[in-house]
């Protein structure tokens, strides 16, 4: 079986050659050439945009957009960015976190897609032909309806200090898979409550999801362990975790209230 | 097989070469450029056998298409030596029997001098960090991180 790299200078130009049967953007790779090396059999043609666009890193006035092509490496290393740092962190070892892309991450099945966990608790914004889409219709519609679009990069507001919280939790240390990964965005009322909160879980179902009845419930809560058990005890609610050789989706669920508590307690 | 032409520099010597198309960097090392140094453990980015540096950074060259290297500057553990004078990571891994089979250490030692490539003084923890992409199945890894921390010291003590 023979693969082709076909390379374009522009986007407009590598989404019109996805429509081809076989086609596949490359990213980093680190999921696609291992497919291959897998053998999938349906890999006929990578297709990747050089558009230096895709390699930007942009924060002006507490908006942040990451090129597509940027990698986990050069977020967990950037100035500015120490606040999601984290998350970058999180993906994979030193190699894979110099290949891992943003957009890569956005298409990684579960457990994979920790950074992509990250972005959904950020509000953050998917940029396909041009426009702004929330990241939780990409993330709903990425085996559908944008299976063959190209994200030119990602926006969103950086969290105001203290307010974004991640957690990853995984077996292995340091570097293994997801049992569960948790990203939580929290701004509080001046009086100690919480005004609002965005949770995002990974690994409870096949792309990221919100963990929205949680959210709700916590409006209004002090974060101390009386008044965030009704949340914890929704944090599952609407969820259907993945299942695989790292845990069950039963074990998942039960986990999960546990984690989520550390979280919000820490 | 369509033959695609790369030009790249490997381990300081400029190389021209026909690829296949969709060949990965580490069969282009072994295969066509001769370095067999870089390992193939397991092609799907788990085990760290196959790390190169590519512009200075630390890669999976199994998960690296050849094509996307063309002017790149790539390093094997290869480069390391010269004239049969080790590296202190190389003499500092023989010193402290953190090679066994070997099969990993071309990978390890390139972790490793990544990690003190950016920080020379590593701690214990960032040395774990360091070899985190990297799977040992012969020594435990306790030696490994013994001669990396060994090597750091030699290199500050040289540089002192
Ligand atoms: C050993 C190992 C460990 C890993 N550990 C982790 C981990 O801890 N956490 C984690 O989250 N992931 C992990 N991964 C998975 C993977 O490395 C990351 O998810 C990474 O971010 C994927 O990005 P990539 O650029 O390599 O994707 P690629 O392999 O290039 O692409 C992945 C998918 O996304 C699509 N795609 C890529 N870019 C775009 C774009 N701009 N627009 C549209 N589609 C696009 C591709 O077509 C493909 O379907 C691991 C992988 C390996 C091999
Ligand atoms: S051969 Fe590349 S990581 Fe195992
Ligand atoms: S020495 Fe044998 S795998 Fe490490």
Known sequence: ?266 | MPKVPIQLVLNGEERAEFVDSGATLLKVIRDKLGDTSPKGGCHQGTCGACSVEIDGELKLSCLVLAETCGGADVSTVSSLSSDGVLHPLQRAFMENFAAQCGFCTPGMIMAAKSLLDRIPDPTRDDVIEAISGNICRCTGYEPIIQAILTAARANSLTAA
Request: hydrophobic share 50%.
């Open chain 1, 1 to 266: 079986m023979t693969l082709a790299l076909q390379n374009f200078p522009s986007i407009e130009a590598a989404t019109a050659a996805l429509a081809s049967p076989g086609a596949r953007y490359l990213g980093g790779g680190t999921l696609v050439v291992r497919a291959a090396n897998e053998g999938d059999v349906e890999l006929r043609t990578f297709v990747r945009a050089t558009d230096p666009r895709l390699n930007d890193i942009t924060v002006s006035d507490g908006a942040v957009r990451l090129g597509a092509s940027v990698t986990m490496a050069s977020i967990a290393r950037h100035p500015q960015l120490s606040a999601i740092a984290p998350a970058a962190r999180a993906v994979g070892g030193p190699a894979i976190r110099n290949m891992a892309t943003v957009g890569g991450n956005l298409f990684a099945p579960a457990p994979y897609g920790d950074f992509a966990v990250a972005l959904l608790a950020l509000d953050a914004k998917a940029e396909i032909d041009g426009s702004l889409i929330p990241l939780e219709d990409l993330l709903a519609g990425r085996a559908t309806r944008y299976a063959s679009s190209i994200v030119a990069g990602v926006s969103f507001g950086l969290p105001a200090q203290g307010s974004f919280r991640f957690a990853k939790v995984s077996r292995v240390k340091p570097k293994g898979i997801s049992v569960l990964s948790i990203a939580a965005t929290i701004e509080m009322a001046p009086d100690g409550t919480v005004k609002s909160a965005r949770i995002a879980l990974g690994c409870m179902a096949d792309h990221p999801v919100r963990a929205r009845a949680a959210e709700a419930a916590l409006a209004g809560c002090r974060l101390d362990k009386e008044e965030v058990a009704p949340a914890l005890a929704l944090a599952a609610e609407g969820t259907s975790p993945i299942t695989d050789p790292i845990a069950s989706a039963w074990y998942r669920k039960e986990v999960l209230p546990v984690h989520l508590g550390r979280l919000l307690l820490s």
